[in-house]
C-alpha cells in the first residue's frame, strides 16, 4: 500500500466519525451475472492494526469475472465508511508479478471512484464500472476496457485474487486485512 494513499485517507478522515454511521452510495451491483463468483469467507474481528475497525475488517469476499470484466462483492464487519481502501489486487496464477490493483478510496465529502493500478506505470483514474455501497456490503463493479488497458487481460481471465483493506486512523494507526490469503 502506497504511503501516500494512507497519508491522504488519514488527513481526509479530518476527526469525523461518519465511519461508525457507514452510508449509502450508488447501487449495489449483481456481480454473478458477470460470471460465476468465487466466495471466500474471513473470520470476524480479525483485522491487524493496534485499535479494531470493522470498516477494514474484511468477512466475505466475491469476485465474479466474465467477458464485460469483473465484479466484487465485499462484506465487512461494520458499515462501510470514510477514510477507507478497498483493493482487489489480481496476479498471475503461477507468479507473483506482474500485479494489477483495483482501488476504491472512500473520503469524507467526496464520491468514492476506481482506480486501476499496476505495480509498473502510472495509475489510471476514473475507470468506467459501477461502485455500490450499503451498510456492510460494497461491490466494485469495472469493465474489461480499462482492466485489459493496464494489461491485466491473462489476470482477469485466469489469476489468482484477493482483497485488502486500510482504514486509516485519526493519528497514524493504520488497520487492515486482507482475504483468501495475505501477501
Known sequence: MPLAVVAALAAAGCGDNAGDRGFDVGTLSDCAALGPPQTVTDPARDARGDQPDGRADLVRASLSRGPQGLCADLRTADPVGPTTLYAIVL????????????????????????TLRRDTGRPLRDVAGAIG???????????????????????????????????????????????????
Open 133 to 183: 455501497v450499503k451498510g456492510r456490503r460494497m461491490t466494485i463493479r469495472v469493465d474489461r476496457a480499462p482492466l485489459e488497458r493496464v494489461g491485466a487481460r491473462p489476470l482477469l481471465d485466469d489469476g489468482r485474487w484477493e482483497v485488502r483493506t486500510v482504514v486509516a486512523g485519526r493519528r497514524t494507526a493504520v488497520r487492515s486485512d486482507c482475504a483468501p490469503t495475505c501477501r
Open 91 to 114: 496476479r498471475p496464477r503461477n507468479a507473483e508479478r506482474p500485479v494489477v490493483a483495483v482501488e476504491v478510496g472512500i473520503l469524507a465529502g467526496t464520491s468514492p471512484e476506481i
